[in-house]
Antibody
Framework: QVQLVESGGGVVQPGRSLRLSCAAS????????MNWVRQAPGRGLEWVAV????????YYADSVKGRFTISKDNSASMLYLQMNSLRGEDTALYYC???????????????????WGQGTTVTVSS | DIQMTQSPSSLSASVGDRVTITCRAS??????LAWYQQQPGKVPKLLIY???TLQSGVPSRFSGSGSGTVFTLTISSLQPEDVATYYC?????????FGPGTKVDI
């Protein structure tokens, strides 16, 4: 079954840390870039971070740079988001989303975010 | 960084109407523009990528066009299940900014 399943969300105090996980199945995880996208209550979609298929390249939104770290374990088909120094404005539903496909021959297929998990909720509150 | 804007921010139309949403980017995207649909309480769903390529399984009443900095999403005949918020996104290089969304009601 082709799917992404997030976990690890919860209620956390400002300044504390949380680690989100995303379990992938049903597709060759090691050949895809992966993303985290969040959505604050009643708000639009905000892209958070991306990691390349091999885990070597990572990019972050300015709003989380220096506080969040994205990582990928291709052997376990797992994506992670380590969130430190959490703030109230980080309160959101966090989605993992599949991105670019690397075909193994030096080129990429760019097709947007074609698969999304159901999301995990993070609430930052004292 | 590329900024994305959408117009209108919301619209109300009747079943069977033709609906058009416009997305503008602050820089040239070539055709690396995607459209997503988020129905109320649901997960976002990819509708169109590369500006005009329909994602597998998406009804043919949805279409995309445009290039450079101006893109459009058209629903040729609005259906009740199309009630949703629609987002555009530039995805050539990070940051992969989403537009603010267009809410479509019937």
């Amino acid at each position: 079954q082709v799917q992404l399943v997030e976990s690890g969300g919860g209620v956390v105090q400002p300044g504390r840390s949380l680690r989100l996980s995303c379990a992938a199945s049903g597709f060759p995880f090691s050949t895809y870039a992966m993303n985290w996208v969040r959505q604050a209550p009643g708000r639009g979609l905000e892209w958070v971070a991306v990691i390349s298929y091999d885990g070597k390249n990572k990019y972050y939104a300015d709003s989380v740079k220096g506080r969040f770290t994205i990582s990928k374990d291709n052997s376990a088909s797992m994506l992670y988001l380590q969130m430190n120094s959490l703030r109230g404005e980080d309160t959101a539903l966090y989605y993992c989303a599949r991105g670019d496909y690397y075909n193994g021959r030096g080129s990429y297929e760019l097709h947007g975010f074609d698969m999304w998990g159901q999301g995990t909720t993070v609430t930052v509150s004292s | 960084d590329i900024q994305m804007t959408q117009s209108p921010s919301s619209l109300s139309a009747s079943v069977g109407d033709r609906v058009t949403i416009t997305c503008r980017a602050s820089q040239v995207l070539t055709n690396y523009l995607a459209w997503y649909q988020q129905q109320p309480g649901k997960v976002p769903k990819l509708l169109i990528y590369a500006g005009s390529t329909l994602q597998s399984g998406v009804p043919s009443r949805f279409s995309g066009s445009g290039s450079g900095t101006v893109f459009t999403l058209t629903i040729s005949s609005l259906q009740p299940e199309d009630v949703a918020t629609y987002y555009c996104q530039g995805y050539y290089s990070a940051p992969f900014t989403f537009g603010p969304g267009t809410k479509v009601d019937i």
